[in-house]
């Protein structure tokens, strides 16, 4: 059985990283980043990360890779054994449903998306392929997640001030 608490830890002090803060007050945004994080990841099934992954890279080769140039077409090898493990898959759609809410609230969404992203490149060392697949990933279930939430109607206040106070805060 997978520990997927670990992840969530890791992707929660991720999410903080690119905040000023610092101590205690640190210690309470991962917090409350890691319980939001948490909530929204137990909705997302191994088996949809996978077909996600599937499709992301059936477009890969309509990004931009090392040195701005497209990034080459998955190969048949990566369809049986993605560039990502099904856990960087279920975090990029988890942090695309946060995504989603953050936009739906009139917040910034990419105080969501930026440190999955940074979380990517100086934790993990992905490849720029990589992150590509994670934002191909992330930016698809936004997109889809936005249009259900707004479909709804309008995004409750008490959503919207729990979203601005658990999501980390950008430095400009």
């Given at each position: ?12 002090a991720?999410?903080t990283?690119v905040?000023l803060?610092?101590?205690?007050a640190?210690?309470?945004a991962?917090?409350?980043f890691?319980a939001?994080?948490e909530?929204?990841?137990a909705m ?8 996600a ?10 990004t ?5 140039r497209?990034c080459?077409?998955a190969t ?5 054994e993605?560039?990502?493990s099904t856990e960087?898959s279920r ?21 969501n998306f930026?440190?999955m ?5 100086n934790q993990k060392k ?6 590509q697949l ?11 997640q ?8 309008s995004?409750p206040a008490d959503l919207?001030n729990?979203l601005?106070a658990e999501?980390p805060?950008l430095?400009?």
């Amino acid at each position: 059985m997978i520990n997927r608490r670990r992840p969530i830890r890791l992707l929660a002090a991720a999410a903080t990283s690119v905040t000023l803060i610092c101590g205690p007050a640190a210690n309470r945004a991962e917090a409350a980043f890691e319980a939001i994080f948490e909530k929204y990841s137990a909705m997302v099934s191994d088996d949809h990360a996978k077909e996600a992954t599937k499709l992301a890279l059936t477009r890969l080769d309509q990004t931009t890779c090392e040195s701005n140039r497209p990034c080459a077409p998955a190969t048949p090898e990566e369809f049986t054994e993605p560039p990502i493990s099904t856990e960087d898959s279920r975090a990029a759609l988890t942090f695309g449903m946060i995504s989603a809410l953050a936009q739906w609230c009139g917040l910034d969404w990419k105080r969501n998306f930026l440190p999955m992203i940074a979380y990517g490149k100086n934790q993990k060392k992905m490849s720029d392929r990589q992150l590509q697949l994670m934002t191909l990933i992330h930016g698809d279930f936004q997109r889809r997640q936005f249009a259900f939430y707004t479909g709804s109607g309008s995004c409750p206040a008490d959503l919207r001030n729990q979203l601005d106070a658990e999501l980390p805060k950008l430095d400009h």
